[in-house]
């Protein structure tokens, strides 16, 4: 059951979304719109500049909480 009747069933979840570009985001699910997924208090694992793999940042946002 959602919380806001008006909204999708996983408004308010956090979700990870895979991004075209390569990109993990992590965050709390709001809404779809034309432009794509919005999310709420996200982080963002980008391959190209990350210290880190995904699965390692994952794992991290998983223990510590998103940053």
């Known amino acids: ?3 806001h009747p008006d909204h999708e069933p996983l408004h308010g979840i956090t979700v990870v979304v895979l991004g075209a570009s390569g990109r ?5 699910y709001h809404e779809r719109t034309p ?6 208090d996200a982080g963002v694992h980008d391959p190209a500049s990350a210290a880190h793999s995904r699965d390692e ?8 909480g998103i940053r």
């Open 35 to 40: 432009r794509g997924i919005l999310l709420l």
């Open 57 to 64: 940042w994952l794992r991290r946002q998983h223990k510590f």
């Open 1 to 3: 059951m959602t919380f």
């Open 24 to 28: 993990t985001y992590v965050g709390r």
